[in-house]
């Protein structure tokens, strides 16, 4: 984990050891100094947009129709709700709820990917519902795997034209990148096109964008790129198909998953991997169209079930990683997923990447998740990162240092939110707030997360001088 050089120090002394020579006790160590966080509120990030902080609905998990699930996401501050299967987003035709067979599923099935038994638990209206009922925003994945324009224009249509719901946002398919065209071993995704090509994939793209917006001419078409690691043929394909279509579509739809292997490295990911990553994104987009949004539509600390998805290090994580991304480019960030399920292994424990349980029997048989509905950590998380990055938000500068991480908003209300995270495990962090174009008042509301409470405790009074241990403090300040 990451610690402050003071707070390592302090761990490795004896307080009221005897000197050496024998002599009279050594007076106690000084506390830590506190760390200076500063907040510019005169300079202005970015300003967030509706339905900037997200949630994936994978379609194969019912939980999205449990009687909770509609306060539990308006209590989480969700803001987008997302239609997406994974591979089974490329299979779905939404007029049936049927899947088509995978037509890859000889090579799938040999990797455990058997998207066939994921079949789909909620229908589109019924998701709608949930998206209404929560005044969320929608993102829909097209079926482009075995799909066809026509059947997507007819989706635009019966959405925004026969029902009326409004959906702006729709991306050509999920993760298509991942077809096999980029080398066998990168074939995850069905995908039924004898030309599996990027060159294939974005020629197609402009014929979906077009009958698409032929439906509802106000609608927003994504096109899939991968994550570009440069010397890898994943930035090959986002080169091309940004080249051939991307003057056509209105955003860009990138997966991000750290694969950090320890815990210090994945929470040092927001300060550094993460602005260094989206800045090579940004640029790459912007060189071919300026104009092109980018979603990280899916994002997590890992793209498979383990302790460390459940876990408080994934509770700091989230808020983080999000405020990372959207203060370098990002205009939507979507965690995967509101449900998943309870998986993993005896050997590297078991875990889910679900803010909430599905209450299933790991694929093993041999652990069982927590009932369903239950709040996992990262939960929490997104509790604060929601009460955050509220639609019409501005995020402003905010630094800190050590162990600390800062990040702040001017709220719509007139409300200035300063999110403070200890990264540190075991000690407890001293801070010191400044706070520059923003008169504050005398008494703020204080929101706490910890890996000891696992939860939220809600406080009024002064600005807090001394973070918990592997915490997150939300501090809203009114004039």
């Known amino acids: 984990m990451l610690k402050s050089t003071y707070a390592a120090a302090l761990s490795s002394m004896l307080v009221g050891t005897t000197g050496l020579f024998g002599g009279s006790p050594s007076p106690a160590p000084?506390?830590?100094?506190?760390?200076?966080?500063?907040?510019?509120?005169?300079?202005?990030?970015?300003?967030?947009?509706?339905?900037?902080?997200g949630v994936n609905t994978a379609i194969w998990n019912p939980g999205l129709l449990d009687r909770p699930a509609d306060r539990l996401i308006r209590d989480a501050g969700i803001q987008t709700l997302a239609f997406d299967g994974g591979g089974v987003s490329d299979l779905y035709h939404w007029r049936t709820g049927q899947l088509s067979p995978d037509p890859q599923a000889a090579v799938h099935d040999a990797q455990g990917l058997d998207y066939e038994d994921l079949k789909p638990q909620f229908s589109f209206d019924q998701f709608a519902a949930t998206a209404r009922a929560t005044d969320s925003k929608m993102l829909v994945h097209v079926n482009y795997g075995t799909g066809t324009p026509q059947e997507a224009a007819d989706w635009v249509r019966y959405a925004n034209k026969v029902r009326h719901y409004g959906v702006q946002e729709w991306a050509i398919g999920e993760e298509t990148y991942f077809n096999g065209a980029l080398g066998a071993g990168l074939n995850t995704?069905?995908?039924?096109?004898?030309?599996?090509?990027?060159?294939?994939?974005?020629?197609?793209?402009?014929a979906f964008i077009k009958a698409m917006k032929a439906a509802d001419p106000g609608i927003r078409v994504g096109l899939e790129l991968a994550a570009p690691i440069p010397g890898?043929?994943?930035?090959?394909?986002?080169?091309?198909?940004?080249?051939?279509?991307?003057?056509?579509?209105?955003?860009?739809?990138v997966h991000y998953y750290t694969g950090a292997q320890t815990d210090a490295a994945l929470l040092a990911s927001p300060q550094n991997a993460i602005p260094k990553g989206m800045s090579n994104l940004s640029s790459l987009v912007a060189s071919y169209n300026p104009k092109l949004k980018v979603d990280i539509g899916e994002t997590n600390s890992f793209y498979q079930q383990a302790p460390q998805q459940i876990s408080p290090t994934n509770a700091l994580y989230l808020p983080e990683s999000v405020l990372a991304m959207l203060e370098?480019?990002?205009?939507?960030?979507?965690?995967?997923?509101?449900?998943?399920?309870?998986?993993?292994?005896?050997?590297g424990g078991y875990g889910d990447l679900g803010l909430l349980a599905s209450g299933n029997v790991s694929g093993d048989g041999k652990s069982q998740g927590p009932k369903a509905d239950t709040k996992f950590d990262p939960y929490y998380g997104m509790q604060l990162l929601g009460a955050l990055a509220r639609?019409?938000?501005?995020l402003v500068t905010a630094t800190a240092g050590g162990a600390v991480v800062a990040h702040a908003a001017l709220l719509p209300g007139s409300e200035l939110g300063v999110l403070l995270a200890n990264n540190d495990p075991d000690h407890a962090a001293s801070v010191d707030l400044h706070?520059?174009?923003?008169?504050?008042g005398s008494e703020a509301t204080i929101l706490t997360y910890s890996a000891a409470t696992h939860g939220i405790t809600v406080t009024h009074g002064t600005v807090p001088k001394t973070l918990p241990a592997y915490s997150l403090t939300l501090v809203l300040l009114r004039h």
């Open 30 to 53: 000084a506390p830590a100094p506190a760390v200076p966080v500063t907040v510019n509120a005169d300079h202005v990030i970015t300003r967030l947009n509706d339905g900037a902080v």
């Open 189 to 206: 995704e069905p995908d039924g096109h004898a030309d599996k090509s990027a060159q294939a994939y974005a020629t197609n793209s402009l």
């Open 232 to 253: 890898t043929p994943m930035l090959d394909w986002d080169k091309t198909v940004l080249q051939v279509a991307g003057s056509a579509a209105d955003f860009v739809d």
């Open 328 to 347: 370098n480019g990002a205009s939507e960030v979507d965690w995967w997923a509101l449900y998943n399920k309870w998986g993993g292994n005896a050997e």
């Open 391 to 394: 639609p019409g938000a501005k």
């Open 435 to 440: 706070v520059a174009g923003f008169h504050a």
